[in-house]
């Protein structure tokens, strides 16, 4: 089979709490996912999950033909699962390029990592005017770079971005999401959560909605809902 991760009905939550009910995604090699569905359903749960934050109570989670169900963080890092979390505001007294040197964990990421820092800086043109600039003093939007900059630094073979454009200005949105793209096409393929069908279409192969805990249903660009349907999928019957 042509798979680089295949996550296969997986349950895990937060103590006596299920957040995720037997769900079942996978990435084939070359392509990109999107997920998507209501607030609180279990996207970020999911990439804790593959991302080895979060122990899975059963299911399996496959990464390049190896099982990394029980796999710490540091292993799945070394594999090359990389994870930008949601609203990343954790930067702290560091300038931008100390940040960005640091994130370099990893003996593959060492490796080279200035020649990835100068790309970060190509495709992230604002860091690079900043790069003694502190961490923390950065807008909501350059922490959203600076975050899948720190994430590039540890050179992935799958990039997981949790809502990397949560709370943007419709002009950065399109900024970021143009970057995005170019990382896509530059040949890591990713796993991108974002409310946005559309954006995310233009992201990535597929989509799986999720609702619950599970996947409901998988999109492309074929049977994409539209506008309308879309609010339905939000706000349920009688939206607008
Ligand atoms: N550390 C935690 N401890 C307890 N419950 C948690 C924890 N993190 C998340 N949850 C709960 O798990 C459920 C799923 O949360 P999750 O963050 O995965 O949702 P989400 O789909 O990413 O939502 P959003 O779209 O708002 O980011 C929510 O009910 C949330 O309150
Ligand atoms: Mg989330």
Redesign the pocket.
């Known amino acids: 089979m042509n798979r680089l991760l295949d996550i296969s009905r997986l349950d895990a939550g ?2 006596a ?1 299920r ?1 995720l009910n037997s769900i079942s995604i996978h990435v084939d090699m070359g392509e990109s996912i999107g997920l998507f ?1 209501p ?7 999911m990439l804790r999950a593959i991302s080895g934050l979060l122990r899975p109570s059963t299911g399996k989670i496959t990464f390049d033909g190896k099982d990394i169900t029980t796999a710490k963080s540091p292993a799945i890092v070394e594999a090359g699962l990389i994870h930008a979390p ?1 609203g990343n505001t954790l930067f702290g007294n560091m300038k931008i390029a100390e940040t960005l040197e640091l994130a370099a964990i990893g003996r593959r990421a060492r490796k080279d990592a200035k020649k990835r820092l100068e790309m970060v800086y190509e495709l992230f043109p604002r860091l690079g005017e900043r790069k003694s600039q502190l961490a923390k003093t950065l807008s909501g939007g350059e922490r959203q770079m600076l975050s899948i900059g720190c994430a590039l630094m540890c050179v992935p073979r799958l990039l997981m971005l949790d ?1 990397p454009t949560l709370g943007l200005s419709p002009r950065l949105k399109e900024e970021l999401a143009e970057a995005i793209g170019k990382i896509s096409k530059n040949g890591v393929p990713l796993i991108v ?1 974002e409310q946005d069908v559309e954006c995310l279409l233009s992201l990535t192969d597929r989509l799986y909605l ?1 609702e619950h805990g599970s996947v409901v249903r998988e999109i492309n660009r074929d049977n994409a809902p539209d506008h309308a349907e879309v609010m339905k999928l939000y706000f349920g019957e009688g939206a607008h």
Not at 39 to 45: R, S, V, W
Request: hydrophobic content about 25%; glycine content about 24%; cysteine-free.
């Open positions: 937060y103590g709490v957040v569905g607030n609180g359903h279990g996207k970020t749960t949601q809502e959560v999720i």
